[in-house]
Nanobody
Framework: QVQLVESGGGLVQAGGSLRLSCAAS????????MGWFRQAPGKEREFAAG????????YYADSVKGRFTISRDNVKNMVYLQMNSLKPEDAAVYYC???????????????WGQGTQVIVSS
């Protein structure tokens, strides 16, 4: 089992940047593929970005491709989401998630953090 705690959310102007962090504890972090999801008010939670166990493979939703970058540090047990050129439609609660199956998937993650709020002002 793994515990996940997100941080780094906040208020940013459109066009600005934020870096989200997710700290993992418990079972060896490198056992898990990791992902970032987001949920805006009144909408379903959606996949944003994923990264493989080693960090060698990444995958992005079309809506964030070219603007967001997911990365991980398997020594520090951390995963990050660098968000650039933020748009008002990026505003959401962002969740870190872990997938024990490995690979990079857009669904079926086993463990979730509590979320961190991102607000983008226009």
């Amino acid at each position: 089992q793994v515990q996940l705690v997100e941080s780094g959310g906040g208020l940013v102007q459109a066009g600005g940047s934020l870096r989200l962090s997710c700290a993992a504890s418990g079972r060896p972090f490198s056992s898990y593929a990791m992902g970032w999801f987001r949920q805006a008010p009144g909408k379903e939670r959606e996949f944003a970005a994923g990264i493989s166990r080693s960090g060698g493979a990444t995958y992005y939703a079309d809506s964030v491709k070219g603007r967001f970058t997911i990365s991980r540090d398997n020594v520090k047990n951390m995963v990050y989401l660098q968000m650039n050129s933020l748009k008002p439609e990026d505003a959401a609660v962002y969740y870190c998630a872990a997938d024990s199956r490995g690979g990079v998937r857009t669904w079926g993650y086993d463990y979730w953090g509590q979320g961190t709020q991102v607000i983008v002002s226009s």
